[in-house]
């Protein structure tokens, strides 16, 4: 059935279809959506989750390590990490919190000219093994590497002593990247041990920035780690679905398109 092959298009590039924009989208029923959805499932061509479905390889656990990630969604990575620089404001001398992951890679690799357009200078810190290098020995950063037991899939650290070390700093902005965005949820990741970290950038940072391309909305991974009132910006390519702006709004969170 055409209208099956249009759902399982959606789903490659979007990574998650909702019932309702399914059934404006092709003038049909919700009944007649969920069918679909049903009969793909049972093909082995989805997974259902509430109020639609995800593409089937998407799991609660399901995490690709960071070096296969770096060049999916390049462009949307790069568009997003251009916007998100907007947090940061002319004349700016702090510190700034850089997460792990590709799309926080992005804003590591142009931070430099962004503050040296401003004859601004920045105390990075990070606990990502690949962001270090990037602003290692750049004038005008200086660089504090938060140390723990590195987790391969991330190359970053993780553990106990990484939490105590970001819960005693407190800086100005942090950069931070979630694998799904729910209204209901939060943000969320598939690992406990990402999420204690991720958590405690969250309550250690002044002003929260999270930079995520739009495949993470609507996503629900295994492990939350922040209510959508505990961060102050969402930085995406693409506008949100209806339910998650609402949700986003209501939390007073400022949401910014690439």
Known sequence: MERREHIETVLREE??????????RFDVTTETVRRDLDAMESEGRLRRVHGGAVAKERGSTREVPVFERTGQRADAKRAIALRALDAIPPGFSGSIYLDAGTTTAAIAAMLPERLAAFGS??????????????????PNISL??????????TAAA?????????????????????????GEFGLS????????????????????????????FGQELLVGF???NEIDVIVSDAPMQTELADAVSAAGVEAWIA
Do not use: M, Q, W, Y
Request: proline share 3%.
């Open 189 to 216: 990741t598939p690992d406990a041990e990402e999420a204690a970290v991720k958590e405690a950038i969250v309550r250690a940072a002044r002003r929260v920035v999270v930079l995520a391309d739009s495949s993470k």
């Open 226 to 228: 922040a209510a959508l």
């Open 15 to 24: 990574g998650r279809v909702v019932v309702v924009d399914l059934a404006l």
């Open 158 to 182: 993780v553990g106990a002593s990484t939490v105590r070390s970001i819960a005693a700093i407190r800086p100005d902005i942090a950069f931070i990247g979630a694998n799904g965005i729910s």
């Open 121 to 138: 200078s920045a105390e990075v810190v990070t606990h990502s093994l690949t962001l270090a290098p990037i602003v290692a020995g750049v």
């Open 144 to 153: 504090l590497l938060i140390g723990g037991r590195i987790r391969g899939v």
